[in-house]
């Protein structure tokens, strides 16, 4: 986890706003690793994060291959549908943040607003693909903190 994760987090926890992890993890499908590696790996997300006084709302996971055909895989909107129905959330008043230009559609398929963070592989997303990008993210943030920031001061 990136050191700024928490705080970012906490910021949003802290305004009241739902915090959701929704991730593709292919190598679940692939055989790559087990499926309790991925509750392994979240469970202490959720102990680092709270040792720092944040905490995700919920974490959804699609563990099929891309050419699987479900409904969850990002940018299907099939998790963030869950998340909604789940946690009443109003998706086209919420944010998607991510460092895929999946991510990005995935919000535009859901009418949420989109941000692409630079960090991970947001970076090389940018600068290798964003030509070709039908539509673009409506907010490039350095990382998770910058992009909390962006998230603070829209207007509810």
């Known amino acids: 986890m990136f050191p700024f994760a928490a705080q970012a987090i906490r910021q949003l926890n802290r305004a009241k706003l739902p915090v959701v992890v929704v991730t593709n993890q292919s190598g679940v499908g692939r055989g790559y690793f087990p499926e309790s590696l991925v509750g392994a790996v979240h469970e202490l997300m959720t102990t680092q994060l709270a040792k720092q006084e944040a905490h995700i709302d919920a974490l959804y996971y699609c563990p099929h291959k891309g050419d699987d055909a479900c409904l969850c895989r990002k940018p299907k909107p099939g998790m963030?549908?869950?998340?909604?129905?789940?946690?009443?959330?109003?998706?086209?008043?919420?944010?998607?943040?991510?460092?895929?230009?999946?991510?990005?559609?995935?919000?535009?398929?859901?009418?949420?607003?989109?941000?692409?963070?630079?960090?991970?592989?947001?970076e090389g997303e940018i600068q290798w693909h964003s030509a070709k990008w039908?539509?673009?993210?409506?907010?490039?943030?350095d990382d998770l903190a910058a992009a909390a920031e962006w998230i603070l001061r829209q207007p509810k």
């Open 80 to 122: 963030l549908e869950r998340a909604a129905r789940e946690h009443c959330l109003d998706l086209p008043r919420s944010f998607v943040v991510g460092d895929r230009y999946g991510d990005v559609e995935l919000a535009h398929r859901v009418g949420a607003r989109a941000i692409l963070v630079r960090t991970g592989y947001g």
């Open 134 to 141: 039908p539509a673009p993210p409506d907010f490039i943030a």
